[in-house]
T-cell receptor, first 116, second 114 residues
Framework: NAGVIQTPRHKVTGKGQEATLWCEPI?????VFWYRQTIVQGLEFLTY????????DSGMPKERFSAQMPNQSHSTLKIQSTQPQDSAVYLC??????????????FGPGTRLLVL | AQKVTQTQTSISVVEKTTVTMDCVYE???????LFWYKQTASGEIVFLIRQDSYKKENATVGHYSLNFQKPKSSIGLIITATQIEDSAVYFC???????????FGQGTKLSIKP
């Protein structure tokens, strides 16, 4: 069974450019999560969707960051006007459901974003 | 507010021994879920084991087990018969019942020596 797929695995952008990161959750999983990992902040929650609907974006920076889930098979995280401080590994995770035994989150390999 | 703390930055043990990694958490919810993940050298984050707060029995999966001490808000990970390939960074995480997001600790780097 395929795990969570993230593309690209590595992305280098210039300051001020836009970056779009893609995530394909495990087939049948109804919840999709985005996290960011840096040396300084560690693993931080950004946002999540349940059945394609946005549920919690409390971790998303207020400006320049947006996430969508247009269908059940993929989600995107878009960063406009990228800044050097956006450099991080962006991780996508998915789970079967929220609550109960089915809610373990499984992570993708991440996208390493470097903003020069 | 939720918080997860792993005070051990790094641990080094000899292969085939047992190691325990500590984790304490803070939450106001009476129901919550606790998880341990490991991050390999390649960056892959792998789910290992979980403990649901309402379960009194400590979870065990393979050579991983948990020491859940609810009154102390503590969830230790025990790895028995360690192997070289257990070398990784181990993260403790929690999720409140009515929330989806995981809150992670800072991680503990485990090195297994031959």
């Amino acid at each position: 069974n395929a795990g969570v797929i993230q593309t690209p695995r590595h992305k280098v952008t210039g300051k001020g450019q836009e970056a779009t990161l893609w995530c394909e959750p495990i087939s049948g999983h109804s919840a999709v999560f985005w996290y960011r990992q840096t040396i300084v902040q560690g693993l931080e929650f950004l946002t999540y969707f349940r059945n394609q609907a946005p549920i919690d974006d409390s971790g998303m920076p207020k400006e320049r960051f947006s996430a969508q889930m247009p269908n059940q098979s993929h989600s995107t995280l878009k960063i406009q006007s990228t800044q050097p401080q956006d450099s991080a590994v962006y991780l996508c995770a998915s789970s079967l459901d929220l609550g109960g035994a089915g809610d373990t989150q499984y992570f993708g390999p991440g996208t390493r974003l470097l903003v020069l | 507010a939720q918080k997860v703390t792993q005070t051990q930055t790094s641990i080094s043990v000899v292969e085939k021994t047992t190691v325990t990694m500590d984790c304490v958490y803070e939450t106001r919810d009476s129901s919550y879920f606790l998880f341990w993940y490991k991050q390999t050298a390649s960056g892959e984050i792998v789910f290992l084991i979980r403990q649901d707060s309402y379960k009194k029995e400590n979870a065990t999966v393979g050579h991983y087990s948990l020491n859940f001490q609810k009154p102390k808000s503590s969830i230790g990970l025990i790895i028995t018969a360690t192997q070289i390939e257990d070398s990784a960074v181990y993260f403790c995480a929690m999720r409140d019942y009515n929330q989806g997001k995981l809150i992670f600790g800072q991680g503990t780097k485990l090195s297994i020596k031959p």
